[in-house]
């Protein structure tokens, strides 16, 4: 039987790169996808992020977001918005867009307290 030796090589593996979600989300803004494309492809990221992209778009690429993005998103993304930083991109909004995701909002805020109360009253 012959002795082989097996060479061990040890690798460094460097972190993954985080992806660079701003860059993407603002680039799918930016391109001429259809509005119902658009919607789905951002489906794909979570509110905060995009939340984070609002501060970088210009005024008629927020106009543009806010066409195209359902009511629930919207009060899901400016539920990551602090109060004084929501306020210009609500009255950005038309006055029918601002009251419909204030309710949606609402509802949602409505829905994780009940959900919290579930779980508290399921623990007693």
Do not use: W
């Not at 992806?19 to 603002?26: G, K, L, N, R, T």
């Not at 789905?40 to 995009?50: P, R, T, V």
Request: with cysteine; hydrophobic share 40%; proline share 3%.
């Amino acid at each position: 039987m012959e002795n082989k030796k097996i060479a061990t090589v040890s690798a460094v593996t460097e972190p993954a790169a985080k992806p660079d979600y701003i860059s993407e989300i603002a680039a799918l803004i930016r391109s001429n996808d259809s509005p119902k494309a658009l919607m789905s492809k951002l489906d794909d990221y979570h509110a905060n992020d995009i939340a984070d992209v609002i501060t970088e778009f210009d005024l008629s690429e927020r106009k543009k977001f806010y066409r195209v993005c359902s009511l629930d998103m919207l009060a899901e993304i400016f539920e990551y918005l602090d109060n004084e930083s929501a306020v210009p991109y609500l009255e950005e909004m038309g006055i029918k867009k601002q009251q419909q995701s204030y309710q949606s909002l609402i509802q949602t805020q409505q829905l994780i307290f009940c959900g919290v109360l579930k779980k508290r009253n399921a623990c007693l």
